[in-house]
T-cell receptor, first 111, second 111 residues
Framework: EDQVTQSPEALRLQEGESSSLNCSYT??????LFWYRQDPGKGPEFLFT???AGEEKEKERLKATLTKKESFLHITAPKPEDSATYLC????????????FGKGTKLSVKP | KAGVTQTPRYLIKTRGQQVTLSCSPI?????VSWYQQTPGQGLQFLFE???????NKGNFPGRFSGRQFSNSRSEMNVSTLELGDSALYLC??????????FGPGTRLTVL
């Protein structure tokens, strides 16, 4: 069964304290792995998509990496405005429009 | 481009009633997916439509149904509402069945 597990469930950081969020996945055939950010009361906001092992994407303080079994979202020198829930999702080969989501990591960054 | 829009944003219904939610995708996007988000289960896939055809369906009872119109706008319907149907219902559109862009969601409360 295709599934996605994210860890930790919650993470508290001080402003400037770098860390990583983990997304482990099992899928019959990976079509793509996606990272989203979700603020309270809002829909998920697209951050990155990764398609093959070894691929990396960067955007401001965020960097996403992908291996054959997991993905990491690295946050460098976070700021309070980075506080949000970060969601990881995979799309399997042959599965149109169906993203399988993890439960998310709730990140809090204190000034 | 305007983002994905969903109406209404908030809805309160009682058990046994039915409800219809609407989603307008980003202009030019032909794929529309629907998800249910609850604190316990996270985001779960309901169904996906492409060019007015349902291509994929998640593991939800038949009370959940949807459709897509020729202008790519989509509706989902839930009949005989149950308390457990209270959730945030999210719509996402995609240009080519890859990256999904989410709307703000409809918050449904069933009393």
């Amino acid at each position: 069964e295709d599934q996605v597990t994210q860890s930790p469930e919650a993470l508290r950081l001080q402003e400037g304290e770098s860390s990583s969020l983990n997304c482990s996945y099992t899928v019959s055939g990976l079509r793509g792995l996606f990272w989203y950010r979700q603020d309270p009361g809002k829909g998920p906001e697209f951050l990155f998509t990764l398609y093959s092992a070894g691929e990396e994407k960067e955007k401001e303080r965020l960097k996403a990496t992908l291996t054959k079994k997991e993905s990491f979202l690295h946050i460098t020198a976070p700021k309070p405005e980075d506080s949000a829930t970060y969601l990881c999702a995979v799309q399997a080969v042959g599965s149109q429009g169906n993203l399988i989501f993890g439960k998310g990591t709730k990140l809090s960054v204190k000034p | 481009k305007a983002g994905v829009t969903q109406t209404p944003r908030y809805l309160i219904k009682t058990r046994g009633q039915q409800v219809t939610l609407s989603c307008s995708p980003i202009s030019g996007h032909r794929s529309v997916s629907w998800y249910q988000q609850t604190p316990g289960q996270g985001l779960q896939f309901l169904f996906e439509y492409f060019s007015e055809t349902q291509r994929n369906k998640g593991n939800f009872p038949g009370r959940f149904s949807g459709r897509q119109f020729s202008n790519s706008r989509s509706e989902m319907n839930v009949s005989t509402l149950e308390l457990g149907d209270s959730a945030l219902y999210l719509c996402a559109s995609s240009p080519e069945d890859r990256i999904q862009f989410f709307g703000p969601g409809t918050r449904l409360t069933v009393l």
